[in-house]
């Protein structure tokens, strides 16, 4: 093997995948061991690494093209010794300059200096930021500023608010990929409405900047008002794809027509709800007018994905959508996956609607109560042959 040209054995490394036999195949011999190390651009690290900036500033040495890092120490305990800080972040961003994804998960002595390092990073394009507990909004400017950010994903980070990301400023012009929970761990929000505990009154919350480039946003677990906060968002992405909104307290039509009317692009749409009081009528946020709104100003739509939580069967009125609506969209767009949980309101009827929709490949229905086993009959067509992916469940 060593008699084999240098760049026919790298294309050997190139075709081994597990991380396992790279690891072996370096020890065969020096110059394997050379290319190896030259080729490896991820690494997976955590509480394994011991002491921890030693450990990692030999990894980063040994592998000096690395474009993707993972730090987790999730299951993370104290005898596992001390935890990467902020120096560590040091080490990456000073000796992995093609560092193009790092992700951040339970690091709990990282702080906001840590992440002020990164600006050094000059190819970081996605950041990963999850249960960070002691970072707060220090860093956001400056990254926002300085940063090539295409994608930002902030969970259970507790310091950081929504109306904190008003300061990653131009960074927002940048972004192609958008996420933020800041309580994943929540199953799903306080059905008589939640006050939202990062809200000062009188502060300047406005957002003022463009996000035109943004084509995937998730948002969860956040309540919100009219004009402030996260949910401006829903009328400035002009060229948004896909949308997931989980359990969001606050919003209303208007805010789904708003968006309806910007997203022309829009392809995929995540709505996890649940029923909330508005004005006399306890039901969930959305209404047909929101569904009709999508069907009319949004021709690309796909995919459509209906999560409904805490809705009594007995009661289909709490579902602020109607069976008619929902056929009336998928009769308009060119849906070819269907997710459908908790969908009281859709029965027979509208699985006898889902057979001559041409372009469904995906139907999934989980605890849609109102359905009953007349449908197999009634739609001959909806079978594997019409929807291969067709699952359904109680």
């Given at each position: 093997m060593e008699d084999l040209p240098e760049s026919l054995l790298a294309e050997i490394v190139k075709k081994v995948a597990k991380r396992s036999d790279l690891n072996s195949f370096s020890l065969v011999s020096k110059q394997l061991y050379s290319i190896e190390a030259s080729q490896r651009g991820a690494i997976h690290v955590g509480s394994g690494l011991h002491p921890a900036r030693k450990a990692l500033a030999s990894l980063c040495s040994r592998f000096p093209n690395l474009w993707k890092v993972e730090i987790d120490y999730s299951g993370w305990t104290s005898g596992h010794g001390n935890q990467l800080g902020n120096k560590g972040l040091l080490v990456i961003s000073s000796c992995c300059p093609s560092l193009t994804d790092l992700t951040l998960s339970f690091c709990s002595r990282i702080k906001d200096s840590g992440l002020g390092y990164l600006v050094n990073c000059k190819k970081l394009m996605s950041l990963r930021l999850n249960s960070v507990q002691k970072i707060t909004s220090g860093w956001l400017e400056n990254l926002g500023c300085e940063g090539s950010l295409e994608e930002l994903v902030v969970e259970n980070c507790k310091g950081i608010s929504q109306y904190d990301?008003?300061?990653?400023?131009?960074?927002?012009?940048?972004?192609?990929?958008?996420?933020?929970?800041?309580?994943?761990?929540?199953?799903?929000?306080?059905?008589?409405?939640?006050?939202?505990l990062s809200y000062v009154a009188h502060y300047p919350?406005?957002?003022?900047?463009?996000?035109?480039?943004?084509?995937?946003?998730?948002?969860?677990?956040?309540?919100?008002?009219?004009?402030?906060g996260l949910r401006f968002l829903l009328g400035k992405c002009k060229a948004l794809e896909k949308l997931r909104l989980e359990y969001i307290n606050g919003l209303n039509d208007s805010d789904m027509i708003t968006l309806s009317k910007c997203c022309k692009n829009l392809r995929s749409i995540s709505l996890w709800l649940l029923p909330q009081f508005y004005g006399g009528n306890f039901r969930t946020a959305f209404t047909d007018d929101s569904l009709k709104s999508l069907a009319v100003s949004c021709p690309m739509l796909e995919s459509i994905e209906l999560t409904f939580d805490g809705c009594e069967p007995l009661y289909p009125?709490?579902?602020?959508?109607?069976?008619?609506?929902?056929i009336m969209l998928i009769q308009s767009c060119p849906i070819r996956v269907l997710v459908l949980r908790g969908a009281n309101f859709?029965?027979?009827?509208g699985m006898k609607t889902l057979s001559s929709a041409p372009l469904l490949e995906t139907l999934e229905l989980v605890c849609c109560r109102a359905i009953t086993d007349a449908f197999h009959c009634a739609?001959?067509?909806?079978?594997?042959?019409?929807?291969?992916?067709?699952?359904?469940?109680?």
């Open positions: 990301l008003l300061k990653f400023g131009p960074g927002w012009m940048k972004l192609l990929r958008f996420k933020f929970d800041p309580d994943p761990m929540s199953c799903s929000w306080n059905i008589y409405g939640s006050d939202d919350y406005k957002y003022d900047f463009c996000c035109e480039s943004l084509t995937d946003l998730s948002l969860a677990h956040i309540a919100t008002k009219p004009g402030i009125s709490e579902i602020g959508f109607t069976q008619d609506g929902l859709f029965a027979d009827k739609c001959p067509m909806l079978d594997q042959s019409h929807t291969p992916d067709l699952c359904t469940s109680d």
